[in-house]
């Protein structure tokens, strides 16, 4: 038990746990489990390198409103009055994307996972056609991105490392309370009454 909570503290503190240390403290299905997590942690990333061409389209779109509304930012700095029409532009841009995510969506309900909030097209929503309010697809790197969906399931191999570590030792701390729980029976008490 100690051994296991050294490991999890320099887990925590960022140091690199090496993989036959936790084979050497994890109990077989422990060590297991956290080969599947990662593998699992691995699927996860590769399916997010490949996008579905809905959530590509509408990347583009919202790309295309972005350049349109930064352009009506910068005109509006230098007070010109082309700002207006170039703003008009972005919006269409942005209706546009918002109107084919929810057609998108509507046909395929696994896409809701590609973005960082709710996705509720009905009136009075979050969801504006404006640059705060868009959607932002989950492997952004925007600042405006609120994470969820696929990402937010995405895992370090530290962070799998330590839940594995954690996972252990709370399995320790249960059969360490049923042991004292049955030595309790055995000897026609409960452990504690002293």
Known sequence: MQKLQEIAEQLRRGKNVQN?????????EGYEQYLSDWADQKELR???TVKP????????LLRTATFWHNRAVAAEARGQASHSELDDRATDYYERALERLEESVHNDASLYAWFDRDLDFRAGSELQANAGS???VVTSRSADNRGGG???AKQTKQEVKLAAVEREI???EAD????AVSLGDLLGR???DD
């Open 46 to 48: 590769e399916e997010l």
């Open 53 to 60: 061409s809905a959530v590509l389209e509408y990347e583009e």
């Open 176 to 179: 360490v309370r049923g042991t």
């Open 20 to 28: 036959r240390k936790l084979q050497a403290w994890l109990s077989v």
């Open 134 to 136: 868009m959607p932002i």
């Open 170 to 172: 709370l399995n320790l």
């Open 190 to 192: 409960n452990v504690g």
């Open 150 to 152: 696929l990402a937010f």
